[in-house]
């Protein structure tokens, strides 16, 4: 090493500068040989992984999986990432964002010694590395990506588009980090990508970290040129710039350049990089950053399949998106590629980089970082190590006064508010709030008590700027894909979190969802990786509440989408007032390894249950109100009505308070539902209620009037078993809504009181013909309620035109209304 | 007018500059300010629509919803443009990408005379206008969006992010279209309009119409500041600029600054714009474009909500992020606020816009096109009016050879590209195929005989750019969101087409889906929206064959997805092989109003219909494979096999060849189901099947074994209530799978022969025990099958080795294996 670590300055330090050593360069191209030997060893070779002797068909895997293109690529970046870490005392993760990266993401863990550390069997032998190429897309070993089996790795690179998200999300919070994300020019033309690069105005330059995209423009998708790879450099520039960035280019490699002179141009530039980072961070903790900085960003532009044979039967493979995926897929089949293999591998000349015993020789490991500092052994890319508990204040000293049920109003969402504003005012550090432009229309606004909004574009001394600042614990921008991707870059790394969005809107992560719902599952089952903090989203501006915005913003169809996820990382929420709400909450924060999606309302709506109340029925999830219900101890009920969510809970409850009234013989049984997965068999779900549970709730012969939040065949899908399915009726979402009032919505959707009422009589053997009066009064009132709400435009003022009351918790109409956020 | 049209160029013509004449000044302004006035008027008026009385809280809405911060720059935009359609002869359709845009389309739509030509009752008078104002956001109305209710529209604005998209969508194959697409500030932070910018790389000069981007910076979302507002100007031009775009400023009304001056900049900027297209457009049509043009674009910054208040109870409203909804929501409620509201309504002087009949006068009208000029009544924008018929060649004619059942083999997708190959050839100019660099992948390169891939970016002198051209029928961007919104733009506009895509990733555009879906939905019910082209999806590299990439492509819920929607407008079909997907796309492509979801394979796999078969049964949708089963006539089976899906249908197909090699005695039905929508009840689907029917097939009482592609709890919910529901057991895909081969992910899964077998052993009664040996062998066979391909890496190579054979249709394994891309 020659030049000097200014150690005062810690690793943020700018250096003194010089050229790159003979010796360093030797390093650093035997590394990268290395790495490419191993990568390409990974994809090709069942056996005979030093080439000890001429390699036959039989040395070659009968099935040729992986992704050579992006690896090489991969391996230079990491070999001059390990020379800036040791010279300098870098922290740093590594991001592989282009997909399949994975050979050679397993290749560098494999040099640096971390993989041998956690996977003992590969070890640093012949026999190690026979089982490391072996496991490689292999049945029972590893997949082609950068996936949760991969040390160092926070980010699979399978489905594309979420590199940077991630990279910024782990940068938050971590001012000593710098996150180095490789963005493939494939991946870059994903949408999430494409607005990723505006991270830049939400990071705070003195309390998060760094992140440096390198924007890898290696020319072709499976089948394509890239767009990126493809406009003019200036053009390229500009965009850069635009995005925020200081682009810096390296390029080389082509027409058969001496990758050696590209290896000093990369680590020069690489250090140009790394000082002005240095200056940047120094300014912004000294007080002199002048507004945002434009940060570094690299433009790598390197031949696709770099270093494999410049052509293969006449066409070009190097350079082209011949190069994608396996360059040589007859290497097994015929003796002339077989031959090219062996010539492919030994141009890295393994003689020189794997000693007698199979061993990597000093040379090529050299640029190892010690311990932690390894990109691959970073304890920030496996979160679990770093994680602690949040300190959570007692949720019951955040409980509305429940004198009755329904004897006071909340907003459900605005008192979890509160809540939420004490949790970021205990947990300074390690708590995020993210949401796409809606956390004060969702009712969180109690949260600016304690924080900010955390925002690095330009400030306006205007009141509009109110609760903006450079730091801040609430992320907002309007992309769902930003946000979900940042909260799981933050959660990968050790911290914790919620996203709040509108549950409709919330499919637009889907896909998101489904990746890191995956990477979960996965994680769960590998020893090393230790539990990160669950994934907790708060839907809110729900389905019911939507009248105001119309169809568009209609969709209760992401519980749907969840519960097709393993059961033992997906658990789904209904809590209906403020108090269960609290209750749920506070549980989903202490919990590690989940998703946890809870619905909940963010109008003024009645609360049912007392604190205590709410936090018996939250902890089994599911119960009977038996205030509410008509039951005789002893008796089985003649009818039981059931619901799930907010605004099925209040129509289930009008109703059972009309039948009461009404048809005071009969008995009705009320039973509630908060943990979705409850209803589920235990056999399916770790939540699962027994049969016996079930039967005893539900009864096995009653007839069920299930009011649901959402689509109302997921209740079936999740009951098909039970005894009782076949007497089950489920009312919920069918997709009827447009621009109308709340209580339009529940009757054009059958969910309103009064069908409910309608469905109970036609239901009970007998009951429909028995009280034929007053079942067609109830469909008068539909009607009427239907002709007032759409004459005026006004919601149901007061049920007391429909009057009824009951001895116990009398029901009041939700009168509140929709409101236009 | 004070300019000449060079009428021989077309609208394209670049024209003779001149200064704004007075006259044409007062016609901006009029129509702006009336435009302005009718979009106040919905937000807040019940009645009294002129003013013709002091305004008083009855005459304002009980509920105020709406946004108004978008809507004076949406109606500034389209004043202006009426202008240069005047002047030009331009044809233009106007996308309004802001969120709730929807009172100003509709000012324009009434002021242009299309409104009421449409909606009759809303004619021009003050009962008109009473109406309009009334049934904006009002139950029983209109939604706030631009919504299919809306003339002109071919975007809802509901969910954000997909203007552009739709926009390019719109253009191609329109060479004298212009789309103005008017993008918010709030929607630019999406991710999908992040990557939409670079749809001008996939634009034809020549061959397609031309987009005009009109990035409207007015400076707030909900409750935030944009981050493009909040960027200093010079960066947002090199983002446009990087963008590939010239990028043009028109700032103004800022500061009380005259909206006079405003219009004159606007006017001159929007000549230089139209000046410099009609140059490109020129270049392009006689052949001297050099390269891909940087076609214009504008950003437009004006206050949020421009005209409203400045200031409401001492809080700056104008400017404001308190100006994107309501800017007033007391108006009913306080004196002072209906006050203002009077005073805001007066501000646009409606006694000069109005005559005494309520009809707007003539100088507000004055820069209404004619007729089918106006934006709101160009056919373009209710497509359905211009759709043609595909020409399509027989696909009869493409059938492979069947001798027997799996008497050959095909990759069920390559077969359809030929299919579609000689779609595009005979119809050059109104089908195209989207996808996300995956088209290849998918198997459909056939079609690269009879067209191009369509670029514009760069073109190196190299092999990899085969295929690669100005013009072609297929377009692939690596983004699901720009296929999806290119498609539906296409589709809106009256054009043909289909989406590719792996399964997995197609949820990506869940949320996409789902609008579109609504929006075909809303559309059905609107007499005068005439049905447009099917949406087609293409969904192959599906869960079954994605063993080689592992577990985060393997995904069957967009199903799951899809069947949420109303069954009026979603169809979901799982051809097994070539001629079934022959026949099903067929049909697909002939159909209208719907989403189409195909799933098939890629993979060489057998052929088990002739196509006269298949004809037969598609057209059923669901059918007994009667050579495959063991049934005696007149006689009920002892069990049902039934399968929808290729990977499935193989499975069952083999598992029935082992029974009845194994268990001669046995009766075993064999279903198959292609359509899956039949499965539903008749009253449920249009599709569904009637009780009777189903019953006949499945039996009311014997055991069901299905096989299903996707996870195995749909097919539950689509049959519940069917009598024989408890005696189905299903197997699916349940989230298990991993980086193996295709045999092993069948395994994984329990959908497996050897599986499926011992499901019937298990469920027939007493059969299990009486062939207590033959489970065993089941058994094993499974293990040796599972050691063989995880020792081996290979998948199962030869049936033979756990033979078995039948008189009818032998079955033989599926030996080929999934593939590398």
Request: include cysteine.
């Amino acid at each position: 090493m020659n030049a000097e670590t200014d150690a005062s300055a810690g690793p943020w330090a700018r250096r003194a500068r010089s050229e790159l050593s003979p010796e360093t360069l030797d390093q650093l191209d035997a590394w990268w040989r290395t790495a490419n030997y191993l990568s390409v060893g990974q994809i090709y070779l069942l056996d005979n992984p030093l080439l000890r002797t001429p390699l036959t068909r039989d040395h070659i895997k009968p099935r040729l999986l992986g992704h050579w293109g992006t690896t090489p690529g991969l391996n230079f970046v990491y070999a001059h990432l390990n020379r800036a870490i040791r010279e300098r005392g870098l922290n740093t993760i590594y991001i592989a964002g282009p997909g399949h990266g994975g050979p050679g993401m397993v290749a560098n863990a494999y040099l640096d010694g971390t993989y041998t550390e956690i996977y003992n069997t590969i070890d640093r032998t012949e026999d190690g590395l026979r089982r490391l190429f072996r496991q490689f897309s292999f049945p029972g070993g590893i997949p082609s990506h950068a996936a949760p089996e991969t040390p160092g790795s926070i980010h699979e690179g399978g489905e594309l588009g979420y590199s940077l998200s991630h990279a910024y999300g782990a940068a938050f919070d971590n001012p000593g980090l710098l996150v180095a994300a490789v963005v493939g020019d494939g991946e870059a033309e994903t949408g999430p990508l494409a607005t990723a690069w505006h991270s830049n105005k939400f990071l705070d330059p003195a309390q998060d970290g760094v992140v440096l995209p390198i924007l890898h423009l290696n020319g072709y998708k499976i089948a394509n040129p890239t767009v990126l790879a493809r406009i003019p450099e200036e053009e390229l520039f500009e965009l850069m710039r635009g995005y925020g960035y200081t682009p810096y280019l390296v390029s080389g490699g082509f027409d058969g350049e001496d990758p050696r002179a590209v290896h000093e141009r990369m680590a020069a530039t690489l250090d140009d990089i790394l000082d002005r980072i240095a200056d940047i961070k120094a300014a912004a903790a000294d007080g002199t950053l002048d507004g945002r900085p434009a940060w570094p960003m690299l433009i790598l532009r390197t031949p696709k399949g770099w270093t494999c044979p410049k052509e293969i039967d006449g066409h070009p493979a190097e350079n082209n998106w011949r190069a994608h995926q396996v360059p040589l897929p007859d290497a097994r089949d015929t003796e002339a590629h077989t031959h090219l293999l062996q010539e492919w591998l030994e141009s890295y000349r393994p003689d020189e980089l794997f000693g007698d015993d199979g061993a990597p020789v000093p040379l090529a490991t050299a640029l190892a970082p010690d311990g932690e500092r390894r990109m691959s052994a970073n304890p920030v890319a496996n979160g679990g190590l770093l994680r602690k508990d949040l300190r959570l204040p007692d949720f019951r000293d955040y409980a509305v006064e429940v004198p009755s049920p329904g004897g006071s109003d909340s907003e459900a969402t605005k008192v979890l508010g509160e809540w939420l504003r004490d949790v970021i005012r205990d947990n300074p550090h390690n708590f995020r709030i993210f949401g796409p432009d809606e956390t004060a229309s969702n009712r969180l606004s109690a949260v600016f008590e304690a924080t900010d909004k955390q925002w690095n574009a330009e400030f306006w001394p205007i009141d509009s700027d109110n609760h903006l600042a450079r730091a801040g614990r609430v992320l907002e921008v309007l992309s769902e894909h930003q946000c979900q991707g940042w909260l799981e870059g933050y959660l990968l790394t050790g911290r914790h979190g919620i996203i709040n969005s509108y549950e409709a809107f919330v499919h637009i992560v889907d896909s998101m969802f489904n990746q890191h719902a995956k990477w979960l599952k996965t994680s769960r089952r590998i020893p090393w990786r230790v539990p990160i903090a669950s994934l907790n989203y708060l839907l809110s501006s729900h389905v019911w509440r939507q009248d105001h915005n119309g169809a568009s913003h209609q969709d209760p169809g992401f519980i749907d989408h969840v519960v097709n996820k393993k059961a033992d990382v997906v658990r789904v929420y209904l809590p209906f007032d403020a108090n269960t709400l609290l209750s749920t909450y506070d549980h989903c924060l202490r919990s590690v390894d989940y998703v946890n999606v809870v619905v909940a309302g963010k109008q003024l709506a009645p609360n049912w249950l007392t604190m205590d109340q709410a936090v018996e029925h939250c902890t089994r999830g599911i119960g009977l109100f038996d205030w509410a219900g008509t039951e005789v101890e002893g008796e089985e009920p003649d009818v039981v009505l059931a619901a799930a969510g907010d605004i099925p809970t209040l129509e289930v409850l009008a109703a059972a308070s009309i039948l009461r009234e009404r048809v005071p013989s009969l008995r009705v049984r009320v039973v509630n539902v908060v943990d979705l997965m409850r209803l589920q068999s235990e056999d399916v779900h770790p939540h699962g209620l027994s049969d016996r549970e079930y039967d005893a709730i539900f009864t096995t012969d009653k007839p069920v009037i299930f009011a649901y939040h959402g689509y109302p065949w997921l209740i079936h899908r999740l009951t098909y078993h039970r005894a009782g399915h076949d007497n089950l009726h489920v009312r919920g979402y069918k997709e009827e809504g447009t621009t109308t009032t709340p209580f339009d919505m529940v009757m054009l959707n059958d969910l309103d009181r009064y069908h409910l009422v309608i469905d109970v009589l036609d239901r009970v053997p007998g009951l429909g013909a028995r009280e034929g009066a007053f079942r067609q009064e109830m469909q008068d009132a539909r009607q009427r309620a239907r002709a007032y709400t759409r004459e005026r435009g006004e919601d149901i003022p007061e049920v007391a035109e429909w009057s009824w009351s009951g001895e116990k918790g009398a029901v009041r109409s939700d009168d509140t209304g929709g409101d236009n956020a």
